[in-house]
Nanobody, 126 residues
Framework: QVQLVESGGGLVQAGGSLRLSCAASGRTFSSYAMGWFRQAPGKEREFVAA????????KYADSVKGRFTISRDNARNTVYLQLNNLKPDDTAVYYC???????????????????WGQGTQVTVSS
């Protein structure tokens, strides 16, 4: 497993932007497929975005396509989530997750991940 620490959350007005970061410990980050999930109060955790080991392959939830962008920097052991045109419905705790996977694999289901960060709060005001 890899240790993951998210940062970059905060309070923003609707239409604003944030960039979330997830820093990973260890020297095996490049062998991990990574993803972002979110959980709003009273709701189940839901998939947001995923990226393969090399960063060439990405997937997004329909609700964030065209607004959010996932990327990674393997030299910095970090995965990012750029959030643009934020809406109040995007308010949630955002979690990054990782797991060892084949090179081109992207993973969209939470149970397949074995490493999770502690989460960072994103609040979007109307």
């Amino acid at each position: 497993q890899v240790q993951l620490v998210e940062s970059g959350g905060g309070l923003v007005q609707a239409g604003g932007s944030l960039r979330l970061s997830c820093a990973a410990s260890g020297r095996t980050f490049s062998s991990y497929a990574m993803g972002w999930f979110r959980q709003a109060p009273g709701k189940e955790r839901e998939f947001v975005a995923a990226i393969n080991r090399g960063g060439e392959n990405t997937k997004y939830a329909d609700s964030v396509k065209g607004r959010f962008t996932i990327s990674r920097d393997n030299a910095r052991n970090t995965v990012y989530l750029q959030l643009n045109n934020l809406k109040p419905d995007d308010t949630a705790v955002y979690y990054c997750a990782g797991t060892s996977a084949g090179y081109m694999v992207t993973i969209t289901t939470a149970p397949q991940y074995d490493s999770w960060g502690q989460g960072t709060q994103v609040t979007v005001s109307s």
